[in-house]
């Protein structure tokens, strides 16, 4: 991601070193001038500096969209020149393994990605809950390592609007990403694969804050899914993954739109390297005499206990940075 925002700068930085002396906005002011008639339209982008800030306020998003594109044209270029098949299956396990590497080392590099509780991933299917960050930067971390030192394969169930994204349907393929059905999440795990659920979803990573709050409401349909199928949970939680980014526009207005009128994704900033550490909480076992809701309300327990554990409230981005330098982690 950072070598595309270099790539992507100095293609900017080139084009603009060699525009005539006017600038290439002047020149191409003049030029839809001349094509449309607009006798304003210069004075109208003088105002082009009051869009920056929004403009750059979602640059991270346009960022990640850009290397899922690359990403996904890369995976056809290989498919292509591989004769790799349309599905999904053992064959394409070299690229699965070498894109985990890949990500493995790119959290190292960035975050000093540590997984603590390993050993608590049990060897059949489960279903992996997790705390949603307003970037959600390490549960990708997690399943490369899980992959690599596991050779685990992880589902993920996403929102909609990232399966209706045109020309990245390989690239959530390979990466086994879809907003699967409850049926869909039931068969997935009988036939002995894991899942991973963010029960949050878009309101944690709006509303949530550095307090890092879980914000469920009556999401119980994870605890459906784990009762239907008969397997553990496994709660999960990282500590500053609020620190890599914040949110902003959290005001009355953005949660009436998005609670009434449509879901909503609001402005980040940051983007900082802090120190990313994952800790697996024990499974909770499948109990035929729980009701869905209570195991729900167990399951949130459990993440917010290794919450209140691990990670000291409110976050704090110097303090996460800091920690980079951190020998071992704390166990209490």
Known sequence: MVSLFILIYGMAAAAASSAPEEGTLTLFTHMLKNMIGFDYLEEYLSYK???????????????????SYVASLLLHIWKKKNNLPEDIDKSWDLTRRGAAYFVDKVGRILHGYEVIGMENLPEGPGIIIYYHGAIVIDYPFLVARMYIEKGKAIHSVVHNYICHLPGIQLLLKMT??????????????????????APGGLRELNFSDEFYNLLWGNHIGFAKVALEAKVPIIPIFTENVREVCRTIGKIWLTKWLYNNVAPLVLPTYGGFPVKLRTHIGEPIPYDPNITAKELAQKTKAAIENLRDKYQERPGNILRALLARFEKCHKDN
Do not use: M, Q
């Open 49 to 67: 500096w009051l869009l920056l800030p929004l403009i750059l306020l979602y640059a991270f998003y346009v960022i990640i969209l850009f290397t």
């Open 176 to 197: 086994g990403c879809k907003n699967f059905s409850r049926d869909e999440c039931v068969k997935i795990l009988k036939e002995g694969h894991s899942l991973g659920i």
